[in-house]
């Protein structure tokens, strides 16, 4: 997998966390930076860690689908895409809480929720022999970066933002797995 594809998939998977940070940045008191940096960690932290552990997973079916794995990463892939896709475009245009704090839990809660994607695309990784550990950095690094953009973005542009962001990440995500599949069929 190129670098660019990998950026491009560290993008499109960051989107649920951007939108998470947009809202947050639009409710929370407190420094920006301060907020910016303790959500990109979070948020940088799981995405990080969750495809790791959906590579060691992955790994463990491996020999059994190795003729099927162009098929399930691309399902994976646009499963994914179309999920955040949908959520997206059904959620409530007010849909982030007023909230004047976030507490540790709340984060790691948040962290998980918007990471369970990425622990999926863990699983495509082992059948595509991806590095993982430089996968794992470049999607934490990405998404840390996004989500503290979020944070200031919320302060300034709303939620419209971060429903158009997960649309365009989850047709990243979709396009990624037709060229997975594409690449494993010819």
Do not use: R
């Amino acid at each position: 997998m190129s670098l660019v594809e990998l950026l491009l998939i560290a993008v499109g998977l960051s989107m649920d966390a951007l939108a998470v940070s947009i809202c947050k940045g639009m409710v929370l008191n407190g420094t920006k930076l301060k907020n910016a940096v303790i959500m990109g960690l979070f948020f940088g932290g799981f995405h990080g860690i969750m495809p790791i552990l959906g590579y060691l997973l992955g790994t463990q079916f491996n020999e059994i689908l190795n003729n099927v794995d162009h098929w399930i990463a691309f399902i994976l892939l646009a499963f994914i895409g179309g999920k955040m896709m949908v959520k997206a475009l059904i959620a409530d245009k007010d849909s982030c809480e007023i909230q004047k704090n976030i507490s540790i839990s709340d984060l790691v809660m948040l962290s998980i929720a918007t990471s369970i994607d990425v622990l999926a695309v863990g699983v495509s990784f082992a059948f595509l022999k991806v590095a993982i550990i430089e996968a794992a950095i470049v999607i934490a690094v990405v998404t840390f970066i996004i989500s503290a953009i979020g944070v200031y973005l919320g302060k300034s542009c709303g939620t419209s933002l971060g429903k158009w962001a997960e649309v365009t990440g989850g047709i990243v995500l979709i396009i990624i797995g037709i060229k997975i599949l594409l690449e494993g069929l010819f």
